[in-house]
């Protein structure tokens, strides 16, 4: 039975991983200093969308979130939708924060079909499904993609925080890795 991180879950990670000593050191990212995952998202979901931002930023990756981006338009549009499908195609792993709300969102699932085509078969492409006080309702394609889960340990991988677990990519063939060393591919 997959495990998904629970939004009280994801503010308390969050909230550990700002308060750690070594939260300095959590935002230093590649040399370049560029973006490397674009984060899917649901635009009213904000405090959300921060909290996985941290525990991503935390592997030392750069998440790119649009509405903090000051090139995008300020009202939606199709010049919209073309920088998305730029920043899509350009950024290195497609990550879609699948809470139910964003389930639900006619944008969100623009930007997994458009994701799916661009990075689904190499290998850069998953959910990080997040539940909430109903569970995680989920539909039925979503099953076809990678999911990120999380299991509560105190492993290799819990990134020397005592309230982290492993953070893992499972495939749908039940193959899986840590989501380290799938952001690293």
Known sequence: MPYFISEIQAANVSRS?????SAPNIRTFSASNKYNVFLSHKHDEVNLVKQIK??????????????????????????????????????????????????????????????DAYKLGIDKFAIFPVSNQLGWLGVEYLSLYPRIEYVSDHGDYNFGNPYFGTYWVVYPNGNKQTLKEWLSK
């Open 17 to 21: 991983l700002n308060l750690n000593e």
């Open 54 to 115: 941290t525990i991503l930023e935390s592997l030392h990756y750069k998440v790119y979130v649009d509405w903090e981006d000051a090139t995008m338009p300020t009202r939606t549009n199709g010049e919209t939708a073309n920088r998305l499908k730029g920043k899509i195609r350009s950024l290195d792993k497609f990550i879609f924060l699948a809470s139910n709300g964003a389930i639900n969102s006619k944008w969100c699932n623009w930007e997994i079909g458009y994701g």
